[in-house]
């Protein structure tokens, strides 16, 4: 079984200051792990993804995340957080030797303020 | 290029009644996937087709619930005897191909409301 986990339910963070959203994962095989944001109103959208290969990972807006084998987490990260960075953002995997269902956390709100 | 899109945006239906949801996918993507997404959760997967053909269906919660692709593209999930808890927002992806390292690409869903 693979599952996800997202411990904050929200993040607060001022404009302009770091931003770190937290994910960790369990699977049996080896893991290919996403990051999707939504927007209200919107449907998911794709932000990067870790395959293999080097563990840190960059993705669209300025987002990167970083795969940590050991500790089993894929933490999403921005150096300088936008308002417009204002939503709902959910981490993904897909067990590679299980099928291709992606299983998602439940989810964390970041709130940016100016 | 066109995203993918579902059809309708919001679908009100009594307890009892039949639905039928769409999706199209993004052009010459072969897999299609359909997740459900309930209130303050992630969404959940329910089916995926690799072309025609459903090859997992483990998510789908019961009989009541059903989908096709006949020609390989546009997909519709069907759900029979509607209950007030199908209430949800439910999503459809699609990707180039299924498994690999390909990602999905979500539509922006059909939110379902069972009176």
């Known amino acids: 079984a693979q599952s996800v986990a997202q411990p904050e339910d929200q993040v607060n963070v001022a404009e302009g200051n770091p931003l770190t959203v937290k994910c960790t994962y369990s699977v049996s095989g080896n893991p290919y792990l996403f990051w999707y944001v939504q927007y209200p109103n919107r449907g998911l959208q794709f932000l990067l993804k870790y395959i293999t290969g080097d563990n840190l990972v960059k993705g669209s807006y300025g987002f990167e995340a970083e795969f940590n084998k050991s500790q089993t987490s894929f933490h999403l990260k921005k150096p300088s957080a936008l308002v417009s960075d204002s939503a709902l953002y959910f981490c993904a995997v897909r067990d590679a030797a299980a099928g291709n269902k992606l299983t998602f956390g439940g989810g964390t709100r970041v709130l940016v303020k100016p | 290029g066109a995203g993918v899109s579902q059809t309708p945006s919001n679908k009100v239906t009594e307890k009892g009644k039949y639905v039928e949801l769409r999706c199209d996918p993004i052009s010459g993507h072969t897999a299609l996937y359909w997740y459900r997404q309930s209130l303050g959760q992630g969404p959940e997967f329910l089916i995926y087709?690799?072309?025609?053909?459903?090859?997992?269906d483990s998510g789908l919660p019961n009989d009541r619930f059903f989908a096709v692709r006949p020609e390989g593209s546009v997909s519709t999930l069907k759900i029979q005897r509607t209950e007030r808890g199908d209430s949800a927002v439910y999503l459809c992806?699609?990707?180039?191909?299924?498994?690999?390292?390909?990602?999905?690409?979500f539509g922006p869903g059909t939110r379902l409301t069972v009176t």
């Open positions: 992806a699609s990707s180039l191909r299924a498994g690999g390292t390909y990602e999905q690409y």
């Open positions: 087709f690799q072309g025609t053909g459903a090859a997992d």
